[in-house]
Structure formats: C-alpha cells, structure tokens
C-alpha cells in the first residue's frame, strides 16, 4: 500500500504505520511549512432551505469554502473551532477569486464584501445518508457586489466547487493500533473516529491527520475540480436573474496557473 506523506509503497498496513510513527515529527513539520488548496467535501442538496445557514438571505450566495469531520483526500480531518481563530482574526481580509488566482480579473468578491461565517449544518443536510453534524466555513457574498461575470453565470447554473488556500498550526496524527507504543497517536484515534462521516475510509487506511487549527491564507476559490465533488455556491431561486441580452464573458481564466507556493523557515 502506498503512504501519500512518505511517497513509498509498503507491503502491509502495520510497517506503513511504523513508519509513519518514526517520522511523524518530521512529516508534521513539513505540513505546517506548506500552503495547501483543499476542496471541501459537502455539497448542498438542491432542495436545502437556506435556512440551514444561519445568514440564509435573500438576494446573497454562500460558498461553503471548508468544512470539519470528514476524512479528504490529504487524509486529514478538520476538527470543529479548527477554523474560529482564522476566521476571527482574518474577517475583512479574504478575498473570494477564482482558480486560487490572486489576480484582478480573477477577483469573485473583494474582502470588504465577503462575510465569513462558521455554520453548523447536519450531514443529511448535505447530501450524506448518517447522524451528525459538521461545521462549515462560509463566505457570504451579495449578489450585487460579485464582480465576475462568468462566476455568477456559473452559479446561476449550476453548482460550482469551492476550496480553500490554508495553511496548518495544529495537527496530530491519528492511528488505530491499542499497541503501547501508539499510546499518544490512539487516543487522538479514538476521540476523532466517532465523530467521522466516512469512517469506512479511516479503517481502510488506518490512520489520518487531526486538524485542530488551521489559518486561511489570503483567499477561498471558486474551481472547476477538486479534492472532492461536494462543494456547492448556495443561492435562492429568486435571486436567479434572467436576461435577453448576450453579456461578453471572459475568457481568460484558466484552472492551471497558480501561484507560486510560500516556503516558511522553522529554526
């Protein structure tokens, strides 16, 4: 089996965990150094009342920009208050863009305009068929002050995914073996693992990396394609606006252009 933080194929779960103990300082240290761009897994069914968000409002979207307790494709777990710090102390700075382009014509929303706001939402509310409930991060923006025409065009029909450039503060790593040497590592386990909506995911590979707090950095994006497929722009019907005319689009966006990655020292 292959370790995505090790870049190496093991023969069995149990020397992949070794491994993963033995350097989990090392590779902690690594991931704090990193900015990621990471979709968030839920989506909103269509038939979800707006209600469901506290700020639900007419005439406003609401991209879910991250979300907690829901194992991803970097095999971590964003815990709930992972985000109440950054969303605290960054409010009025994040801008909403697309493709994780801090350009000017990339520009969705500016950060005056974006309203963050954490949402506790059940996971049926989500699309997901179990008991529980996660905290979502969620940008809420006035139709009015979007300032990307081909992004509310795609809003408008469909539902677009979100992602969030973040960068790690707090983490542990979680591991399911009871074994003396693993006591630090099963107590995170077990105090995670209940609260999971894929738990199938984290038996299957044994191990995930808790979040306790994370920090946005500069900006949540609207993409094409992500970690995951669930990550909806919420709107009523109502604010659906409909014209005769042709409006231009532009047509210079692209999803590959990205910014070049920060790269942190740590004595």
């Given amino acids: 089996m292959y370790c995505q933080e090790l870049k190496k194929e093991f023969s069995d779960k149990r020397s992949m965990i070794e491994a993963l103990k033995s350097n989990k300082e090392l590779i902690i240290k690594q991931k704090k150094s990193e900015i990621k761009k990471k979709t968030s897994p839920f989506a909103l069914s269509n038939d979800i009342s707006l209600k469901s968000l506290k700020n639900g409002a ?3 979207i609401y991209p879910i920009i991250s979300n907690t307790n829901y194992l991803d494709s970097h095999n971590d777990v964003h815990l709930n208050g992972s985000m109440s710090k950054t969303a605290s102390e ?5 801008y909403y863009v697309v493709d994780h382009k801090l350009e000017v014509d990339s520009v969705i929303a500016t950060p005056k305009n974006v309203e963050m706001s954490l949402d506790v939402v ?7 068929d179990i008991e529980g409930k996660t905290e979502c991060l969620v940008f809420g923006v006035e139709r009015k002050n979007v300032m990307h025409t081909k992004a509310l065009k795609m809003i408008d029909e469909g539902q677009p995914q979100n992602s969030i450039r973040m960068q790690y503060v707090k ?6 073996d ?4 693993y006591n630090e590592e099963y107590k995170v386990w077990n105090e995670v693992y209940s609260g999971l909506a894929n738990k199938e995911k984290a038996d299957e590979m044994g191990y995930f990396w808790a979040v306790r707090e994370l920090k946005i950095v500069n900006e949540g994006s609207m993409v094409l394609f992500g970690s995951n497929d ?3 722009v919420k709107h009523t019907e109502a604010d659906v606006v409909t014209s005769d005319k042709n409006e231009p689009l532009d047509d210079t966006q692209t999803v590959t252009d990205m910014l070049q990655e920060v790269k942190f020292n740590f004595k």
Avoid at 122 to 128: E, H, P, V
């Fill in 90 to 94: 960054q409010q009025g700075k994040v």
């Fill in 171 to 176: 983490i542990d790593l979680a591991v399911n």
């Fill in 230 to 232: 669930m990550t909806p």
């Fill in 58 to 60: 007419d005439g406003m």
């Fill in 178 to 181: 009871g074994g003396e040497d």
């Fill in 122 to 128: 059940d996971f049926k509310d989500l699309g997901l």
